[in-house]
């Protein structure tokens, strides 16, 4: 049987898999192991879910293995804000087009503070398995998610490494996975994605609490103009209303359904794998 690595974000659907297999609904694999990719940017909220569950996994039998690059995602932006780099792995900023217009930034993070990091953790967990280098990562999007699933198969670009979807192959869709969790445990976690995604709407900008808060609106001040550096001359933002987020979440959404400007939403799929 294949050795099964669970790639955990900290939301939902990926904590469903996990206790998913530890209530017996998903029969246990011989050999499985939980992967979480920490970007050093993470919400207060994933930190105390996460936790959480590694108690639950160690209680479980169930390895639980956190990693992380040699810095944080906001490092890597400061380095070329502050002027000591000159290239960062960015996020998906949206930048303000001269003449008017949205753009945005090649996802670059992604691969340096997840992919690879949990690549890095699996090999290591193979190795001192004594087991030969091959996995299947196993990702939570539901059955309503098919096309992310899709999208994450096509990125794949190695060969001793597979993708498994458990909830897909059992028809659960993102609100049953929600509902089992919070049958399981009594509750369900927030949102999973780096205080600095820009794929955030303004609702969640609303949601995020004060601390992290105040690191979103650190970075976002610093990339408006501060990645010129790296070759990045058009001003840059966290929110697609092409606004401060300070200013976002002080005086609300100025901007609801303007034609171009449709909240994006992320479907990616990427940050998972």
Known sequence: MIPVGISYSGGTSSEWMIRAVIEGVIPRPKHIAVFMADTGDEHEWTYERAAMLE????????????????ETLSESLFAVTHGTRTRTDTPPLWTENPGGGRGQLHQKCTKRFKTAVI???????????????????????????????????????????????????????????????????????????????????????????????RKAVQIDEAIRHGLEPAGIIEPCYLSDRLIPVERLVRDGDPQIDLPGFEAPGCDAGACFV
Do not use: Y
């Not at 398995?129 to 098919?146: A, H, M, T, V, Y």
């Not at 976690?189 to 995020?208: A, G, I, N, Y």
């Open 55 to 70: 108690e639950a996994c160690r209680a479980a039998g169930i390895p639980f293995f956190r990693g992380a690059d040699r």
């Open 119 to 213: 690549r890095r953790m699996q090999s290591a967990w193979l190795r001192a398995s004594n087991l030969p280098k091959r996995i299947e990562s196993w990702i939570g999007f539901g059955n309503d998610e098919q096309n992310r699933a899709n999208k994450a198969v096509g990125r794949l670009d190695v060969k001793w490494q597979s993708l498994g979807f458990p909830a897909i192959r059992m028809g659960a869709s993102r609100a049953a996975q929600r509902a089992d969790v919070e049958r399981w445990t009594g509750s369900s976690p927030l949102f999973s994605m780096c205080v600095e995604c820009p794929f955030k709407d303004p609702h969640r900008w609303r949601q995020t609490t004060p601390t992290d808060l």
